[in-house]
């Protein structure tokens, strides 16, 4: 895992995810903008 930490103000929009997105809304299909790894391997 790289370190990775999803910010809810920020979101992840070049990965689809606007800002104020909650974490449990985002689709499983999502990867980590920075390693790639899929969302269900995140806690």
Not at 7 to 14: E, F
Not at 29 to 36: A, T
């Amino acid at each position: 895992m790289c370190g990775y930490e999803y910010n809810l103000l920020n979101g992840d929009p070049d990965n689809g995810v606007p800002p104020g997105t909650p974490w449990e809304n985002i689709d499983d299909s999502w990867l980590c903008p920075d390693c790639q790894m899929p969302k269900t391997d995140f806690e």
